[in-house]
């Protein structure tokens, strides 16, 4: 007798050998200050211009934008600011 309810399951495995690790972020942040009656800043992120992928399109093995990295990093950018302290 055959019991057709019974499915086969099959649990994927990779060598763990880094190849699929992402790639390094370079990043720096600099933050300069200076207080008088208000306080006036400059922030300027991302200063090295780093491409840095912040996610993947998908994380299933079969589908064809597996590993396909999206959500990247602004580019270099400054802000400036004002603080009033009360």
Do not use: C, H
Not at 18 to 44: E, M, T
Request: proline letters at 3%; hydrophobic letters at 40%.
């Amino acid at each position: 007798m055959v019991d057709i309810n019974r499915r086969e399951r099959y649990i994927r495995t990779e060598v763990r050998d880094g190849s699929r690790a992402v790639d390094p972020w370079n990043l720096l942040d600099v933050r300069v200050q200076k207080q008088f009656a208000i306080g006036l800043f400059l922030d300027a992120l991302n200063l090295l211009n780093d491409d840095a992928n912040e996610s993947v399109l998908s994380r299933t093995g079969t589908s064809s934008s597996f590993d396909v990295r999206s959500r990247f990093l602004p580019p270099r950018r400054l802000q400036i600011g004002v603080k009033f302290l009360f």
